[in-house]
């Protein structure tokens, strides 16, 4: 069975500098990966999303994503934290057939 | 683009009550349609796979007599909440998988549904 797991559900960073979101994926075989952000009170954005062929991602705001297969790791980073990036962030796993399963999610703060 | 769209945004009811949420896929049709439930500041769980002419299917857990999907249409997906109560307040989504010919590999989610039960 596909699943995902998100290290930390809370990260705090000063605006400015690097954001570090933490998943690992468990899998039998290659995955789809995605990273959802959702603002309070909104929807879902896709930011980026793997689907086997460049390792390392690059997804929308300036968030890029690299597949480690032999960390099991998909990890979201960004250089340089904007304030407008606090939010749920959601790292999500196609189980098959478009049936995603979400992890737990990671709340990033800004700070001023 | 392709857009999925659901209504109500929100909806707030007496505990007893039965409230029916509907997603539409806009401009392309969708034989199967996904049910997520979000409860407050947590992830989203799957629901149900909603199938067009058929049962929904429903994961591990889920009541199908407390949550109703109906797939009346190819752009039509209804989940309607059946004596609702507190506990069912939550953040309902839908989603859609791609047409075939659009382009992408990716899902399409509806903006949302908040339902909060009196």
């Known amino acids: 069975a596909q699943s995902v797991t998100q290290l930390d559900s809370h990260v705090s960073v000063s605006e400015g500098t690097p954001v570090l979101l933490r998943c690992n994926y468990s899998?039998?075989?290659?995955?789809?990966l995605f990273w959802y952000v959702q603002h309070p009170n909104k929807g879902l954005q896709l930011l980026l999303k793997?689907?086997?062929?460049?390792?390392l991602v690059k997804g929308i705001n300036g968030f890029e994503a690299e597949f480690k297969k032999s960390e099991t790791s998909f990890h979201l980073t960004k250089p340089s934290a904007h304030m407008s990036d606090a939010a749920e962030y959601f790292c999500?796993?196609?189980?098959?057939?478009?049936?995603?399963?979400f992890g737990t999610g990671t709340r990033l703060k800004v700070l001023a | 683009g392709a857009v999925v769209s659901q209504h109500p945004s929100w909806v707030i009811c007496k505990s007893g009550t039965s409230v029916k949420i509907e997603c539409r896929s806009l401009?392309?049709?969708?034989?199967?349609m996904f049910w997520y439930r979000q409860f407050p500041k947590q992830s989203l769980m799957l629901m149900a796979t909603?199938?067009?002419?058929?049962?929904?299917?429903?994961e591990q857990g889920v009541e199908k007599d407390k949550f109703l999907i109906n797939h009346a249409s190819l752009t039509l997906s209804t989940l309607t909440v059946t004596s609702a109560h507190p506990e069912d307040s939550s953040f309902y989504i839908c989603?859609?998988?791609?047409?075939?010919?659009?382009?992408?590999?990716?899902?399409?989610f509806g903006p949302g549904t908040r339902l909060t039960v009196l």
């Open positions: 401009d392309f049709q969708a034989t199967t």
């Open positions: 909603s199938n067009e002419g058929s049962k929904a299917t429903y």
């Open positions: 999500v796993v196609d189980s098959g057939t478009y049936k995603y399963i």
């Open positions: 793997y689907t086997s062929a460049a390792t």
């Open positions: 989603s859609a998988p791609p047409p075939l010919a659009g382009g992408t590999d990716t899902q399409y």
């Open positions: 899998s039998s075989y290659s995955p789809s």
